[in-house]
């Protein structure tokens, strides 16, 4: 469990850190994927450019009906930061489900949807949220909805040089209710599927309705089936059951030692109805 | 000089926390990586990918040219060296030589093909990535069936099928039992490969001075004299100049009682390079290359009347051995044998083993070791004939138990148990439970059509190993008791605690003895130069054999007490007792700390007596002992997903005497965590051509603490009448009792949807499958 | 692992044939394919640097075409070892006409050994897939190329 030789960049600037990155720098977030990686030999970057003292990608702000989060902020932060509680309650709670507590203290929300890994957290989350990312190379700025950002596993739209700066939610409607639920794969932790789930209602209808689901297959995805039966309804068991129902269809389930393609479906068909109904139920 | 000490009470039995605890929690205790010498080199052992390949080439020379190598060995230059030993010995066993570098072929992933000796680990590491190795990849087998199914490929050419022996055991008369049972019962029932996972992994520095021509060899051991004197067999040294010193050792849970090969290795390297030289495995290596428990295919057949009474059984055992033997991996099995009856009265057993080569790492023992295999069968087919027959299963088996007027009580399998009482155990747990109450609790809740089960396992186990005829090197153990000249007292012992406390239980039996403080003994053990020969740790006999060994030590030493006590006080009528000798007639006392001081000045000695004040003794026990217990979980099945949920967990468990409850508490827990471990989530998982596909703690689920249920841990106390001591070893039975429990409990649960049997572990999937009418 | 799936090519069977046969169309295809040389009748040894994410592993092998049945079928044996382990994926490809190309239909096995199965367990499958959607994209790109 030795890493390869690398050289260590520790830079305190976004400009600094993007000028190493140009030259071929591997960006080092949390580490929490990296190191693993680069210790059992998968992965020897030359160069490592350490993240953690960019005092600018760290943090969270609200900016006009907007959540602002630096990609450098770890899911502690996330998870106990009372702004996000009060105004991104489906995130702060994403993020407290993530790994153990060794691991919320060093990952960072950056390199978690840098990393794209098909069994995260935060996706399905940032997928209901429609979420956005801003991403800064030297050549300037863009903004991506996290959709169109996140490609397929271990693929995003980032391109060579470019960082991810900071992550961008909305400020929740009043009213709306929210739920992660995530069915863990006990010896790591990871989601073996996991369901993100936000529910508005007007006038005892369900009026609004985002899913996202992530650990089911090769990349994270809407539900957008699912949101469809749900509008209209009541959320009653029985209407939340059908809507559940069809999450799978069509979807190229992944198969492991941990969970077949068949039984990964039926649990994704469970954690969504489970993740509906505590939305619903949260819903004013 | 009279002064009375007062000791107010006695320690053994009392809830004493641990003297090992404060150097382990703060971090000072020495771990064999934390051992460091000066020119100390590192290596790296390099290994196959393959679980079945030839050897065509080694190319060594890029790794050479790094700077900072030293060397680099393969098998070529290790294949003198004494073959990695098997101790176990059965008829026709067949023994594959073991070398401990392969020489020209590969017979599991993970097998040693080189090392590589560097001046720094991060060198060494790098050096062994540019080692190539050709390899001719050859078919491989993994699962035990398919290896004595006809065509599977050959793990070892030499012979002509996969089959390392056989092995009969028969007791009574199974064949008449058999005839005239009105009912029989069969079931093929699993004991998954598991991977021990102490949370330190293997390690070794071995030292070797030029001068002295004397090689020190420091390792994560449970039997640091065995390991001397078989590592000095292997590399052809004298056993006077070979020390083996055994550090503190992060957890052995079985998987550190043996002589592996890189122990030897680490010797041949520290004696070609005249350097000391350590190697720390990874958990990638430990995964791969440290044995594995269990690994059995077992058919059961049971044999009853229709009244529950259980007269016959026969056992089929497919042991899964691995590609070769290690210290035990053979004689596992056969202790499953042994134990297959339980705690039940029938004599007429009938087992056969078929030992398998497979292209994996060996087996060996694990906390256990063949007993949680045994009780899982045994308790498991109980159950089965209890559905059968429709009989409630805590009745089947309180009328089938042996009653305690019985022993000491012969089995068919040519034990003799101490003494049990198995009605206590399972009547005070089913009293804690409300055994009547859960049952009606049962019946509301199927109602509602909620899956509840309640599951019990009446287990017996043998420990504390054992008569030296009926084990493989001697199963005595010895203690050495010295007091200095102020009075202190050092115990040696040789066995090899690593995390079962001995330092303080023992501390505990001579402090009582000897009437002095607890903080007035040292116990000393796992360095050969300053214990004298021991067996070591494992089997729950530390304090079942060792403790014996060190009370009659301790006798002889209060014999010499007395003798110096009466000398220095001019009497015959003295007593020794509180730390002091005191003469009866006067009331004068001389302590021990003056008698000590006496023994070695030596001025006057007492008639027939040399100077100092030591004794040792080595204790051949009579038999093994046997603990016994029930415990009994509540468990319930998530529908929807097949999760099971232990809503409640009580262990009562009988060890005999308890010296200190509080670190009887701590087996019970750790022990109900890895049997729980491998009934609920713990799987070695092969692929077809030997791949280990759950190889890092992210595939392999030991439980976390979130994932245990609170152990409600009681006990009865049968003193065992094996030892003066009364004790019979707890450290496996939470464990053996563990497994079969929960099981019965889930499909205690399922039974309503015709589920009569599922093997370990119990897998959401598992049970979803079957809660939709599938198979499992 | 079983793997299988399906693609569709803007191109006739017999053009998607041609071009699942060229060693260089697959040498830019295969993804990180360093090169791919001729060793004899349809074998070819392969470097290939596999990325995904920060994952990054050299594999050394053989690339083997096998029972070709134009312009139907035919096998694909792809082999390679490195240090993080070593892969053998075997696969039939079955190439039918469809709404104007080709789709092509694969069904297969990938045996991974080493670090790589000990350790990317989980990963493997849905690493698999999109080692060969990247695979037919690329193809996919040449063929429209060559239309």
Sequence with gaps: MIAENFDYSAPNTVEEALQLIAKGGKVLAGGMSLVPLMKLRLAAPEHLVDLGRVAALNGITE???????????????????????????????TASLIGDVQVRNMGTIGGSVAHADPAADYPAALLALEAKVRLVKSSGDRTLAFSDFLIDSFTTALEEGELVREVVVPVETAGTGVSYQKMLQPASGFAIVGVAARIRKTAGKISFARIGVTGLSSCAFRAAAVEKLLEGTSGSEEEIGKAAAVVADGVDANSDIHASSNYRSQMARVYTARAIQAAVSRAA | MATTITKPETLVGKRIRRKEDPRLITGTATYVDDIQMPGMHHACIVRSPHAAARIKGIHVKAALELPGVTAVFTGADTKDVGPVPCGASLPGLRVPHHHILAVDRVYFVGHPVAVVVATDRYIARDAADRIEVDYEVLPAVADPEKAIAAGA???HPEWP????????????????AFAEAEVVVKERITSQRLIPTSIETRGVVADWNTGDKSLTIYSSSQIPHLLRTLLAMMLGLPEHHTRVVVPEVGGGFGSKLNVYAEEALMGFVAMKIGKPVKWIESRRENYLCTIHGRGHVDYFELAARKDGTMVGLKLKLIQDLGAYHQLLTPAIPTLSVLMMPGLYRFKNIRADIAGVFTNCVPTDAYRGAGRPEATHGIERMVDILAAELK??????????????????????????????????PLKKAMEIVDYKGLRKQQNDSRKQGRLMGVGISSYGEICAFGPSPATPAGGWECATVRVDPQGKVTVGTGASPHGQGEETTFAQIAADELGVDLDDVLVVHGDTAVVPYGIGTFGSRGTAVGGPALYYALQKLKEKITKFGAMLLD????????GCCTCSKTGKSVTLGEIAGASYRAMKLPEGEAPGLEATYFWEPPNFTFPFGAHVAVTEIDRETGKVKVARYVAVDDCGRIVNPLLVDGQVHGGVAQGLGQALYEQAVYDDSGQLLSGELTDYAIPKATMMPWIESHHTETPSPVNPLGVKGVGEAGTIGCSPALVNSVVDALSPLGVRHIDMPLTPEKIWNLLQGGQQ | MKISGSYQMACSPEQAYALLQDPEALARCM???????????????MKMKMALAAFSGLFEGKVRIADTKPPQSFRLIVEGSGRVGFMKGEGLLNLSAQNGGTEVAYEGDVHVGGTIA????????STAKVMIKRFFDKLGEGASARA
């Design chain 1, 63 to 93: 900016d006009k009906g907007s959540i602002v989060i630096g990609s450098m902020t770890t899911h502690h932060q996330l998870e106990s930061s009372a702004l996000l509680r009060a105004s991104c309650p489906l995130l702060a709670e």
């Design chain 2, 153 to 155: 490929p050959a793990v």
């Design chain 2, 161 to 176: 099928d996969n089959v390392a022996f056989h092995f009969h055991q028969e007791g009574g008369e199974v064949d008449k």
């Design chain 2, 391 to 424: 009989m409630d299963p805590a009745e089947i088996r309180l009328k089938n138990f042996i009653q305690p007027e019985e022993f000491p009580f012969s089995t068919g399998t040519g034990l003799i148990y101490d003494s049990g009482n198995y009605d206590l």
């Design chain 2, 571 to 578: 009497s015959e009528s003295v007593s020794y007792s509180g």
């Design chain 3, 31 to 45: 993804p990180g394919c360093e090169s791919l040389d001729r060793i004899g009748e349809n074998e070819y040894a």
């Design chain 3, 118 to 125: 000990a350790v990317g367990q989980r990963l493997l499958d």
